[in-house]
Nanobody, 115 residues
Framework: QVQLVESGGGLVQAGGSLRLSCAAS????????MGWYRQAPGKQRELVAA???????NYVDSVKGRFTISRDSAKSTMYLQMNRLKPEDTAVYYC?????????WGQGTQVTVSS
């Protein structure tokens, strides 16, 4: 099993920045892939960014050039640096880990961007 604990959400004005963190209870390198998802009210959960065990990354088009996914293996923590935030980035952000034959989720952290 993997426990994922997210932090770093909050309220920010448009154009501002936030950094989300996701601390895993196992070594990052034992996880096949990790990602950040978000879900806005009335919308489906969508993949925002992902990083594989080998370090390959991918992003949804709407955040390319603004968000950066990264990890710190020593801290078993994944990050999402979010810059130039927009009101449409407002959502609950979830950390996800593909570990073993299962997907694990964090509890979610609210990001609210005011215009």
């Amino acid at each position: 099993q993997v426990q994922l604990v997210e932090s770093g959400g909050g309220l920010v004005q448009a154009g501002g920045s936030l950094r989300l963190s996701c601390a895993a209870s196992v070594s990052i390198f034992s996880i096949n892939a990790m990602g950040w998802y978000r879900q806005a009210p009335g919308k489906q959960r969508e993949l925002v960014a992902a990083i594989t065990r080998g370090g390959s990354t991918n992003y949804v088009d709407s955040v390319k050039g603004r968000f950066t996914i990264s990890r710190d293996s020593a801290k078993s923590t994944m990050y999402l640096q979010m810059n130039r935030l927009k009101p449409e980035d407002t959502a609950v952000y979830y950390c996800n880990a593909d570990y073993g034959w299962r997907h694990y989720w964090g509890q979610g952290t609210q990001v609210t961007v005011s215009s």
